[in-house]
């Protein structure tokens, strides 16, 4: 994203706003993120491109225009396709993020074609991660990168395999190590909502570290309490999964 913003300046409908004091070096080539943000407050298009663009028919001719345009031939069918993956994970997510706790079901099919588990998997993680904040719900860990890249991931408590559910109150979001540890069942989450340990990691050649002083400390949840963790999900999880 740094390459691209600063440079659509000369097309003449793409115009970079300053941060205050930073008027002078508004027309400098940036580098990276942090300097782009450093000096630019945004950017704003002129108003009968905004106003194409905010209708759906206009969007998609515009979208085809560019990728015939400006990709080769022999992937021009694979950049529409995650084009039209990466819109239908992001209507997605809003959907799950309307899902509260005493619904029945949110449900996909149990059958689903590669392009539907795309959308589904990044709809999902993107729901997750808005909840949490790129929070890690076990650690609290908050790590992104300049560019956006978040540490968490966005974890099933009970997986897909086995549930088929994707609403929120199914999800966690974790980094690396508490999604692997979770995932193995040297790590859950108790009644209470509190950090729960196993034994086992300090077994054999161990050397957990910072995850023994987590043992009893309250997890990280979403602001609404209609999207923390299912204890009915929690409690599969501390029963099928979790080493004692």
């Known amino acids: 994203m740094a390459y691209p913003f600063p440079r659509l ?42 106003q194409l663009m905010c209708s759906p028919e206009t969007r998609e001719q515009l979208r085809a225009i560019i990728i015939k345009t400006y990709f080769a031939p022999e992937i021009q069918s694979k950049v529409a396709g995650q084009g039209m993956v990466n819109y239908a994970a992001f209507q997605y997510s809003i959907e799950l993020l309307k899902v509260a706790e005493t619904k029945a079901s949110f449900e996909m099919d149990k059958e689903e074609s590669e392009q539907k588990k795309k959308v589904r998997d990044q709809g999902f993680r993107k729901a997750i991660i808005t909840l949490y904040s790129h929070r890690c719900a076990l650690c609290g860990i ?54 729960l340990v196993s034994k086992r990691v300090m077994k054999e050649q161990n050397y957990p570290g910072h995850v023994l002083t987590l043992t009893d400390r309250p997890i990280f949840t979403p602001e609404q309490e209609s999207f923390w963790p299912a204890q009915d999900n929690l409690h599969w999880h501390r029963r099928n999964t979790f080493r004692r």
Not at 39 to 50: Q, S, T, Y
């Open 142 to 195: 908050r790590m992104l990168t300049p560019e956006g890249h978040t540490i968490v991931d966005a974890a099933h408590v009970k997986p897909w395999k086995d549930s088929f559910d994707d609403r929120p109150t199914n999800g966690m979001a974790l980094c690396k190590l508490c999604h692997w540890s979770f995932d193995k069942g040297l790590m859950s989450v108790s009644k209470k909502y509190e950090v």
């Open 9 to 50: 300046k000369t097309d003449g409908f793409w115009h970079l706003i300053p941060n205050p004091g930073y008027e002078i070096q508004i027309n400098i080539d940036f580098s990276s993120m942090t300097k782009l943000r450093e000096v630019c407050a945004g950017a704003r298009m002129d108003d009968e491109l905004f």
